[in-house]
């Protein structure tokens, strides 16, 4: 194992997690100093996260490499995860995310969005169908209005007033799959859908400092009207700087019912890991709703040290997870066993 002098000069010593981590070290080296001459030699009982990491729901490979490479080049975490869903925002190829998402019911596609920053500011879009960047705008609703959340065509008005690019978001291949949908247009959530849904994407920066956005189309072919979790705060998004933050994917409606985001951020407050946290957030929906067996959600942690977590009901869900460089799938634990 590694000495804690090595240990010191391996990490970024300006990184707050680990300055956190190694100041709770250091306390316990002061506590063990006067009995223990050769303290140096003592083993390291933790590995400290290395700072920044980026992590987000899915195999959104692209989005989160722009992300960690933005947190590398010294970004700050909330323009680093704005930078990142807007690459899934603008993938045409994703059916369940911003520009190409699948419509309602009516052929409309509407979208929503949430964004929170490390001073607990926060800000959400519900329902836009006139701009693929909600993540973007729902910044702007943070920073530049004296609200929280802009819905419906009050959105539409303030991404027109700030220049934002008007777009059709409904392509050509998803209208042609909403009218074959129309032949039989029976609504039945699909788990997994195509292995992919919101992006929820969580970054610590190289300051410690944590920020979250949250972007969807929604469910596809949900009634006109419909939100889900992605742009309510404490359900689809939630981090408090001091504690860490959860995003989540999967059917909103039952992430709303357990407040899901803002429960894992508590439970790690009262000292889950980010993974018994997440595990208990799903234990939540499973022990309270016996319908789990139809819907997937999926939930993705990360405390104030870097540490993270992440647990789904159904098997296929993964997590993106980048640092030191490399952007990697981790593989997430289930709890339906059929
Ligand atoms: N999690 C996305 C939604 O339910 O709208």
Redesign the pocket.
């Known amino acids: 194992m590694m000495k804690r002098r090595k240990f010191i000069k391996n990490t970024a010593a300006g990184t707050l997690g680990a300055t956190i981590a190694m100041t709770a070290l250091a306390c316990a080296d002061e506590d063990t100093k006067a009995k223990n001459s050769t303290e140096e030699d003592k083993p390291m009982t933790k590995k400290v996260p290395k700072l920044p990491i980026a992590i987000c729901t899915w195999q959104f490979t692209e989005a989160n490499q722009v992300a960690g490479v933005a947190l590398d080049a010294g970004k700050a975490a909330l323009d680093a995860v704005i930078e990142g869903v807007s690459v899934e925002e603008q993938n045409l190829k994703n059916t369940t995310v911003g520009k190409g998402g699948a419509p309602d019911r009516e052929g409309n596609v509407t979208l ?1 969005a949430c964004v929170m920053a490390p001073d607990g500011d926060c800000g959400a879009v519900l329902a836009v169908s006139n701009t693929s960047h909600v993540a973007a705008l729902a910044r702007k609703v943070m920073e530049e209005t004296p609200h929280v959340m802009l819905a419906g065509t009050g959105a539409e008005e303030f991404a027109t007033q700030l220049g934002f690019e008007t777009e059709n978001l409904l392509t050509t291949d998803s209208k042609k799959a909403w009218q074959e949908w129309l032949k039989s247009p029976e609504y039945k959530p699909i788990i997994n859908i195509e292995n992919h ?2 992006i929820g994407m969580l970054a610590i920066d190289t300051n410690g400092d944590i920020a979250g956005a949250c972007s ?1 189309s ?2 596809s072919y949900k009634m006109k009207g419909r939100i ?3 742009p309510i705060i404490g359900s ?1 998004l939630f981090l408090d700087n001091e504690i860490g933050g959860a995003v ?5 409606e039952e992430v709303v019912k357990t407040v899901g985001s803002f429960l894992i951020v508590e439970l790690m407050r009262n000292g889950m890991s980010p993974q018994a946290a997440c595990e208990e957030a799903i234990k939540r929906i499973v022990t309270k709703n016996d319908r789990y067996k139809d819907f997937q959600i999926a939930y993705i942690a990360m405390n104030k040290v870097g540490e993270t977590g992440a647990y789904c009901i159904h098997e296929g869900f993964t997590m993106m997870k980048y640092q030191e460089k490399k952007n990697e799938n981790v593989a997430v634990a289930y709890y339906h066993k059929p």
């Not at 989540?248 to 909103?252: D, E, F, P, R, W």
């Open positions: 929503d849904d919101t969807t929604g469910l889900g979790d992605s689809g989540a994917t999967g059917m909103g």
